[in-house]
Nanobody, 127 residues
Framework: QVQLVESGGGLVQSGDSLNVSCAASGGTFNPYVVGWFRQSPGKELEFVSL????????YYPDSVKGRFIISRDNAKNTVLLQMNGLKPEDTAVYYCAATSRIRSIPTLLSTTPYDYWGQGTQVTVSA
């Protein structure tokens, strides 16, 4: 069974960049779709990005498009989320999730199809 562990969170200032990583153990990331979600206090989980198993397909919501970049290294079983131009509203706990089920993009924007989740890493952006 795949286990996911996020790392790289921290406290940064507005406009800074930060990378968060997701590492898989107990199995391989391939052929899983990997997504990133985030949750701020009092809010529901919000979709942040996803990447196809090959890495050739990515998707971002408008809130992070042009600022965040997702990539993966299947040989190292890791997925990286590069976050640039961070804003205070990006403050949240960031979770990575994985699924081997083939689903449409709209479905993959929700938490429903994801079978495996990490414990989360805190990202705090000060104004």
């Amino acid at each position: 069974q795949v286990q996911l562990v996020e790392s790289g969170g921290g406290l940064v200032q507005s406009g800074d960049s930060l990378n968060v990583s997701c590492a898989a153990s107990g199995g391989t990331f391939n052929p899983y779709v990997v997504g990133w979600f985030r949750q701020s206090p009092g809010k529901e989980l919000e979709f942040v990005s996803l990447i196809s198993w090959s890495g050739g397909g990515t998707y971002y919501p408008d809130s992070v498009k042009g600022r965040f970049i997702i990539s993966r290294d299947n040989a190292k079983n890791t997925v990286l989320l590069q976050m640039n131009g961070l804003k205070p509203e990006d403050t949240a706990v960031y979770y990575c999730a994985a699924t081997s089920r083939i689903r449409s993009i709209p479905t993959l924007l929700s938490t429903t199809p994801y079978d495996y989740w990490g414990q989360g890493t805190q990202v705090t952006v000060s104004a």
